[in-house]
Each structure stands twice: as structure tokens, then as C-alpha cells.
């Protein structure tokens, strides 16, 4: 069993930055794939990044490269993602997920656990 409890949303405004955590608990998750997911009001569940785990090896949806960037603390079992100029259409909430498989992933399918998720709501 792993839980996955991810903070840091809030309400920002447009052009402004955020770093969201997930805390995982149950097992360590230095050997595994973490994921960052989002899902706006009436949209489905978005692909945002992942990262092997060691760090070495992401991945991130074409759309929002350059703005998003994945880290992981392994010794703390932390997985984070930063998001700079923040545009109102990432007001989403913003999930983490873990993958059991070896392989960076951008299927929602492909994670085993998740998070309940973190509201970002981003003001024009």
C-alpha cells in the first residue's frame, strides 16, 4: 500500500509561480517512476511529467515544456514539480502518481497509485 499526499496549490496570478510536493508513505519510492498529472473542471486527466528513479531520465508533455520541471528527493520520499509563469488555463488539480513498471510513462493507465490531488488556481 502507498500513500501519496500531494501540497503546494493555491490560488497565484497569471505570470506568477508554484512548486507542488507529493509525500509518499508505505514504501520507498526511490526504485520507482513518479508522475505528474492534472485535470481541469470538465476535461480529462492530463499527462504534465515524470521522472525515472533515479532523476536521470523525464519526460514531459509537449505542451508544457519549458514551464514545468520534476524533481525528486529520494532520501525523503518527496517527488516535486515546479511551475513558473503560471497561465490561468493550468488552474487544474494537480495529482501524483506512482509507477511500478520501469519506464517513464505518460498514461494515466500506466501509474498504480495516486494521490487525492492539490488545486492550483491560476487569476488573469
Known amino acids: 500500500q502507498v500513500q501519496l499526499v500531494e501540497s503546494g496549490g493555491g490560488l497565484v496570478q497569471a505570470g506568477g509561480s508554484l512548486r507542488l510536493s507529493c509525500a509518499a508513505s508505505g514504501r520507498a519510492l526511490s526504485s520507482y517512476v513518479m508522475g505528474w498529472f492534472r485535470q481541469a473542471p470538465g476535461k480529462e486527466r492530463e499527462f504534465v511529467a515524470a521522472i525515472s528513479w533515479s532523476g536521470g531520465n523525464t519526460l514531459y508533455a509537449d505542451s508544457l515544456k519549458g514551464r514545468f520541471t520534476i524533481s525528486r528527493d529520494n532520501a525523503n520520499n518527496m517527488v516535486y514539480l515546479q511551475i513558473d509563469s503560471l497561465k490561468p488555463e493550468d488552474t487544474a488539480v494537480y495529482y501524483c502518481?506512482?509507477?511500478?513498471?520501469?519506464?517513464?510513462?505518460?498514461?494515466?493507465?500506466?501509474?498504480?497509485?495516486w494521490g487525492q490531488g492539490t488545486q492550483v488556481t491560476v487569476s488573469s
Open positions: 502518481a506512482v509507477r511500478f513498471k520501469s519506464g517513464v510513462a505518460a498514461r494515466a493507465w500506466q501509474y498504480d497509485y
